[in-house]
């Protein structure tokens, strides 16, 4: 003999799904927390964050910009020699934020890359942000040698905070210029490389013997360090090359 129980569960709501409750426990009409449709919105300049109608959830990507490249004083005496270090990379910070943190919108500000200095140290990265949800620090800049018959400047290195994060990673540093003039017209040349991003390439140092003097190249978006200057008994200053700026990717869960 089969004995057959009813059961009635209700009718629901739209967007609601039968959903258990556990073993021995009626199942019930639940509204659903999965989700159908994943949207990125990017951001590359300065805006406003209105979340697509319906997003339940988001994943913030954010990197900060590129630290300028330091560059190489002028070099009065045709024996002196200067040098550039390269700029430290933006940082890189993630969180993840419901509907409710985001509300009707969050500001968002994309750091700009700092610029290579002309014969002086380069400037900071600017930060990058959403609201006051969550950010992340620009990279600091490569600084400028003193002239002499040998020359060295450090790289950006700065250290860095990502209040919001769910985790973040400091910007690498930029590396180290050195400089040496070996006589005869020749000349030990490295100015310092712009470190590298998540998401964008350093600018690459200048070396002997292909370059003896040149300004610095700027860094790869997105947040690539500039690099520095190098100077070989050429007289006037040469300049660094700037960073690149930050970026904001916005990955909604839908």
Do not use: H
């Not at 070099?75 to 270090?85: A, K, W």
């Not at 950006?156 to 070996?182: C, D, K, Q, R, V």
């Not at 030990?188 to 140092?205: D, E, N, R, V």
């Amino acid at each position: 003999m089969v004995t057959q129980n009813s059961c009635n569960f209700g009718t629901g709501a739209t967007g609601q799904l039968l959903t258990s409750n556990g073993p021995g426990v009626a199942p019930t009409f639940q509204t659903s927390t999965s989700f159908a449709t994943v949207n990125i919105q990017t951001f590359t300049s300065n805006g406003t964050y209105t979340p697509t109608s319906g997003m339940k959830y988001c994943v913030i990507q954010c990197v900060g910009g590129g630290g300028g490249g330091g560059g190489a004083p002028d070099t009065v005496i045709n024996t002196l020699v200067s040098v550039g270090g390269g700029g430290q990379s933006g940082g890189y910070a993630v969180g993840v934020f419901t509907a409710a943190d985001i509300g009707a919108s969050k500001a968002v500000t994309v750091g700009t890359g700092g610029t290579g200095g002309n014969g002086v140290s380069g400037t900071n990265g600017g930060n990058t942000s959403v609201g006051t949800l969550i950010s992340i620090q620009g990279g600091s800049p490569g600084s400028a040698s003193g002239t002499g018959a040998t020359a060295s400047a450090n790289g950006g290195n700065g250290a860095m905070t990502s209040p919001g994060s769910s985790y973040f990673s400091t910007g690498e540093f930029g590396g180290t210029g050195s400089i040496a003039n070996l006589g005869n017209g020749t000349a030990f040349t490295f100015s310092g490389a712009g470190g590298s991003s998540i998401l964008g390439a350093g600018a690459p140092q200048i070396s002997s013997p292909s370059a003896l003097t040149a300004n610095g190249t700027a860094g790869g978006n997105y947040g690539g360090g500039g690099a520095g200057a190098a100077n070989f008994t050429t007289g006037s200053a040469k300049t660094g090359g700037n960073g690149a700026p930050g970026i904001v990717i916005i990955t909604e869960y839908i």
